[in-house]
């Protein structure tokens, strides 16, 4: 009996992980600062600029011109009170409205939506035609021979020179 709780002390302690400290990472808010501006593709310019203190408190705003002048500027707060922003754009197809909270001011054209209203076609006049009537049509079996045929292996398999055994 001593035997077997000796060699059970031994395996669990061959086999027990070593118990190791998890380095502390320090998650709470810093301050920082950043902005830049880079042109894009289509020849416009977009920006941003983000300020943060080290309360929770991000501040900051982005800014899309595209080279047909139309422009996007949001700019946003977000702290203990949620995310809020505030929109201004000229892009056609916006209004000012406040979805989810979000104050968006417009200044695109407001083009009433006119739904395009399809008649139907209309051909010349129908003329009724009598349906050819016919001799019924069989169609021939695809298979012409229904007998089997014996297989025959391909000269390919057959010997240059034969030779007895």
């Not at 289509?42 to 982005?62: F, K």
């Not at 977000?78 to 892009?91: L, S």
């Not at 003329?127 to 021979?145: D, L």
């Not at 007998?147 to 057959?158: C, E, F, G, S």
């Amino acid at each position: 009996m001593l035997f077997v709780a000796i060699i059970a002390l031994a395996v669990a302690a061959s086999s027990a992980q070593d118990y190791r400290v998890r380095p502390y990472y320090d998650e709470t808010p810093k301050p920082y600062a950043f902005n830049y501006n880079a042109p894009l593709d289509d020849g416009g310019q977009s920006s941003r600029a983000e300020t943060a203190d080290g309360s929770g408190r991000v501040q900051g705003s982005y800014t899309l011109n595209n080279d047909e002048g139309h422009f996007r500027v949001v700019e946003y707060v977000a702290d203990q009170a949620g995310f809020r922003a505030v929109v201004r754009t000229n892009e056609p197809g916006t209004e000012s409205k406040n979805p989810a909270d979000v104050v968006m001011n417009s200044e695109a054209v407001v083009v009433p939506y006119t739904p395009v209203i399809r008649r139907p076609y209309l051909n010349a006049a129908v003329n009724p035609v009598a349906p050819v009537v016919g001799p019924a049509v069989v169609p021939e079996p695809i298979v012409a021979q229904r007998r089997p045929l014996p297989y025959r292996r391909p000269n390919a398999y057959r010997p240059l020179n034969r030779y007895p055994y």
